[in-house]
Structure formats: C-alpha cells, structure tokens
Nanobody
Framework: QVQLVESGGGWVQPGGSLRLSCAAS????????MNWYRQSPEKQRELVAS???????KYPDSVKGRFTISRDNAKNTVYLQMNSLKHEDTAVYYC???????????????WGAGTLVTVSS
C-alpha cells in the first residue's frame, strides 16, 4: 500500500509564511512528478505547484514568485514553501504523486488527505 501524508497547515496572518510537507510511504519503487493542489469552497481544485523527478517546476501565475516547491527524493517527500500569503490562499492543500509500486507496471496517482491553510487577520 501507499500513503501520502501532508503536514504543516494552520493559521497565518496575511503576509505570513507556511511550509507544507507531504511524505509518501509504502511499497514505492519510484516517484515521478509530485504536485500540490488546493481547493476552497468557492473554487474548483486547482494546481498550485508541480515538480518533476529531476526538479523541473511549474506554477500558475496566482502563486508564482510567492510559492516554492521542492523535493527530497531520498525521503519521497515534497515541500511547499508559501510566502506572502493572502486571504485568497485559504484552502485545503492536497498532495498528488505519480509513482510506481514494486511488482506493478505503470504509473499510478495517489492523493493525500489534505491539510487546511487559513490566512486571516
């Protein structure tokens, strides 16, 4: 089995920072692209950051320059450093990983359960 567990969410004032972590565990052979998504009650789930296995990153304009995604391949962990947070960044943040398990063929996608980020004064 595979588990993705996010941590690091919480409450922060506008302009503040938070760092999210997502650790993948289980019978994992290799992890491909890792992503952070977010969803608020007013919006559909949206991609906020993506990082390939070799470190290529992608961000939407809404977070570019404020959020930084990174990963530790040895720990199968992805991070999201969020700076200059705004009210509109309030959402549940989810980790999504594409990976291959031992004794399986092909890439499968796994979601974490999410961690809540609240930006409020």
């Amino acid at each position: 089995q595979v588990q993705l567990v996010e941590s690091g969410g919480g409450w922060v004032q506008p302009g503040g920072s938070l760092r999210l972590s997502c650790a993948a565990s289980g019978d994992i052979y290799t992890v491909y692209t890792m992503n952070w998504y977010r969803q608020s009650p007013e919006k559909q789930r949206e991609l906020v950051a993506s990082i390939t296995s070799i470190g290529n990153t992608k961000y939407p304009d809404s977070v570019k320059g404020r959020f930084t995604i990174s990963r530790d391949n040895a720990k199968n962990t992805v991070y999201l450093q969020m700076n200059s947070l705004k009210h509109e960044d309030t959402a549940v943040y989810y980790c999504l990983a594409g990976l291959m398990r031992y004794h399986c063929f092909g890439e499968a996608l796994y979601w974490g359960a999410g961690t809540l980020v609240t930006v409020s004064s």
